[in-house]
């Protein structure tokens, strides 16, 4: 299961135009606190889980999102007892208002066992157009 978790996380993010992402399922992967970090500009974007979802919904209500289909490359689990690091490389493809973009990056997951179950307390990522960087 915890080395599945990112492509869960992708799944929740993705969506065809005319429909939305699966926010139910991605609040239910994370903690209750747990936070986005987009640090591919000059200052990182930190955001906890409603907010995120907010700012997507708002976007995809503005037609600034359009669709979005992540898919996992590779990844690289380390786990020790309670906690775990997920490092997942994947592809976006992104259509907004104004056009298609493809993207190569890398997700930072950090995790936590709770339950007896692995959620994300946290999300970081950084991305680049050229996929070369991977190669």
Known sequence: MLK???KEVYKAI???KGSKPDFDLLASLFIEK????????????????????KMIETNID???????KEVEISNEVIEFGGVAQIASKYELVFEGATGRQTRYGVNLFQLI??????LVSSMCWDDRTNKSLFE
């Open 4 to 6: 599945e978790l990112p």
């Open 14 to 16: 993705s969506f065809e």
């Open 34 to 53: 747990g936070l986005f970090i987009n640090n591919k500009g000059e200052q990182p974007v930190i955001k906890p889980v409603p907010d995120y979802v």
């Open 62 to 68: 503005n037609g600034n999102i359009v669709s979005i």
């Open 113 to 118: 066992r709770q339950n007896g179950n692995w």
